[in-house]
């Protein structure tokens, strides 16, 4: 008899002396031993591998106000962002810049991404190239200008436009592209511009909530005091749910 022949055997008299759930473990290890493991080597059974669930996306909301800034609302939106240690970005139209450029400051120095929404907010979608490039060129001179006195502020300025209005065109992305800027739409519209009730803008906003979207407000305008109450109301169920929010665009 042979050296495998007697290992065999006394691990079959082995097994048949043990407890039927022991006999059972037993008879498994010594198929996967058997099987994949030379005699006279200790090796370890194979695992089967087993497939994972598909992973669930990041839980990610992207942030995003337009027509600032504006010396009343501004403020008040970065104190709430701070509270909730919520990032955004400020698309920021170019004569208004011009006219607060401390508030420029201010966003930047909250850490908060600033970005352009044109120089007098008109659609930019059909624009002959030298009108399109002033809205763009002067948007970002000005906004820059404001950050100069503190140039490691600069670094919260990215390229990136808004299209007045949500209007593009082919000739738009061609056109930015060309310029260096990306284009940053939006998929969630609170209207807030319409000064909706701050619980029937969270209602609708939860309808349609999931990972990756991005919300648009807004910090210019007359009447922005229903945007402040809506914006806590969804910073708050937005972490309650497990939502990191953060600014968009990062080039």
């Given at each position: 008899m042979n050296v495998k022949k007697i290992i065999l055997a006394s691990l079959l008299l082995t097994i048949l002396l043990l407890p039927i759930g022991?006999?059972?473990?037993?008879?498994?290890?010594?198929?996967?031993?058997?099987?994949?493991?030379?005699?006279g080597q200790v090796c370890t059974p194979a695992v089967q591998a087993v497939n994972p669930e598909?992973?669930?996306?990041?839980?990610?909301?992207?942030?995003?106000?337009d027509d600032g800034p504006d010396p009343n609302w501004t403020p008040q939106i970065l104190d709430i962002l701070?509270?909730?240690?919520?990032?955004?970005?400020?698309?920021m139209?170019?004569?208004?810049?011009?006219?607060?450029?401390?508030?420029?400051?201010?966003?930047?120095?909250?850490?908060?991404?600033?970005?352009?929404?044109?120089?007098?907010?008109?659609?930019?979608?059909?624009?002959?190239?030298q009108t399109f490039y002033l809205e763009v060129n002067d948007s970002e001179s000005v906004?820059?200008?404001?950050?100069?006195?503190?140039?490691?502020?600069?670094?919260?300025?990215?390229?990136?436009?808004?299209p007045p209005y949500g209007l593009t065109s082919d000739y738009l992305y061609q056109t930015a592209h060309q310029?260096?800027?990306?284009?940053?739409?939006?998929?969630?519209?609170?209207?807030?511009?319409?000064?909706?009730?701050?619980?029937?803008m969270l209602a609708d906003i939860l309808k349609i909530l999931?990972?990756?979207?991005?919300?648009?407000?807004?910090?210019?305008?007359?009447?922005?005091?229903?945007?402040?109450?809506?914006?806590?109301?969804?910073?708050?169920e937005l972490i309650m749910q497990g939502y990191r929010i953060e600014p968009l665009c990062n080039y």
């Open positions: 022991e006999a059972s473990a037993a008879m498994l290890a010594s198929d996967s031993h058997a099987i994949n493991c030379p005699v598909q992973s669930e996306p990041e839980k990610v909301i992207y942030l995003t106000f701070d509270r909730y240690h919520a990032g955004a970005t400020f698309y139209i170019g004569r208004n810049a011009v006219t607060f450029p401390e508030v420029v400051r201010q966003v930047a120095e909250h850490k908060q991404r600033i970005a352009i929404h044109g120089y007098n907010h008109m659609d930019m979608s059909n624009l002959d190239y906004i820059l200008a404001a950050l100069q006195s503190e140039p490691n502020l600069a670094s919260q300025y990215v390229r990136c436009l808004r310029m260096g800027y990306e284009i940053s739409m939006w998929n969630i519209d609170t209207n807030d511009w319409q000064q909706p009730d701050p619980d029937d999931e990972p990756g979207k991005v919300i648009l407000m807004h910090d210019g305008g007359k009447e922005r005091e229903k945007t402040l109450l809506g914006l806590q109301l969804i910073l708050h």
